[in-house]
């Protein structure tokens, strides 16, 4: 029989587990969390108009290229332990085994990510940024495993406060660096120094204030079971599994546009498709405050305000969508001029498309939330393989023909079907829980 549970009202201050102390209301936690991200995804395209307009859409090409050639590597290796963290209501692990776990996964990423920069067939130029961006990803590696412990505790304000300071100086660190050497390698190596210093200078010290010891390095493998890492590992591996696969979902038509197009058409699309960060801005704040809630509400059994929850962030994430498609259609050509330069400008249809494919991969990353809330992991791994496998087929097909507009036209094939295997999988999810808890 499911247990009787009234949801707070977004205003309403809950205590965390074990404590008297109040955490923040949703609804602030949602502020905090926009904001961050916010200034963060604005610091991001910074990065991209920075480069559109001191590099030209060759450095844009290069930036993007290493991006999607690392960016899967690191998602497998993170395992997506925010995820786990964050919906961790019994406290299972500790953070230092949290940590731990993460500090082997990321050497192993960054290894990989050097592997794959010595033995690819790319020039100089590339390989420089690709060494620089693996840098970056590998301390952003840790410092997002302090913030799933950090989210699981609702103190959003942090998280918010280290990604907007990650997000100005990285900005500002790249366009100086640009400016003055006109080096795209130099640049993003700069990116990687201000990261790794704004986790050592405050993500970390945030784990003591926390009352959470970081055990940094060698200090932390006296605070840890191996065996209890491996279970930690075999708990979250379909959650890497399945964000290597996301990553690879929108890497692939970079993969298939710089290998049939050029270096510059990739540059041009790469530009294009991040226009919907304000979009993925919401969507994230929105799904990362809700998520606590969410696992909340599941495992107290009110799965009628789970799924009305989880109905109304679906169904904002296509309004959002909508809007951008609308706005593509009627202001697109102006708005990439006016941005990133005439050379973008032509690729106004190309953002029509992406804004489409946008809207419904934003309903899609909602319903994705809620798979993660409800712990429903090892089921997330045949639905992005094959969705891989889709989006593969899709640009073989879509891309040779019609350049970035086919590799558009095959992320918003794909999404249409991620939203609706998703919202399947969540009912099924919900009903098997129903089933398992009248028995």
Known sequence: MAISYTAPALST??????????????????????????????SQWGVTVALARLAGPEGVGRFALAVALTTPIVMLGNLNLRGVQATDTTGRFSFSEYFSLRLLTTAASLAGMFLLACTSHYGIATLAVVVAIACSKSSESLSDVCYGQLQQRESMDRIAISMIMRGLLSVAALSAVLRTTGSVPWACAATAAVWFGVLLAYDLPNMKIHGTRSGLFLRVWRQVSFNRLKALAALAAPLGAVMMLLSLNSSIPRYF????????????????????????????????????????????GDYRLFRRLLGRLAGLGLLIGFGGVLAALF?????????????FAAGSEVLVWVMAAAAASYAASFLGYGLTAARRFKI??????????????????LVPRAGAVGAAQAMLLTGVVQALVMAYAVYRALRHQKRAVAE
Do not use: M
Not at 268 to 275: C, G, M, R, T, W
Not at 386 to 397: H, K
């Open 13 to 42: 201050r809950l205590p965390k587990p074990g404590s008297d102390t109040p955490v923040p209301s949703l609804r602030l936690n949602f502020a905090w969390t926009l904001a961050g991200n916010i200034v963060f995804s604005a």
């Open 257 to 300: 546009i710089e290998r049939g197009h050029g270096v510059r058409e990739l540059g041009i699309f790469a530009a294009i498709a991040n226009l919907n960060a304000a979009g993925t801005i919401v969507i994230s704040a929105l799904g990362q405050s809700a998520t606590p809630r969410l696992a909340s509400l599941y495992a107290q």
């Open 331 to 343: 202001y697109g050509h102006d708005i990439l001029r006016l941005v990133y330069g005439s050379q």
């Open 380 to 397: 997330q791994f045949p639905i992005f393989g094959g969705l891989t496998a889709l989006t593969v087929v899709l640009c073989f097909w």
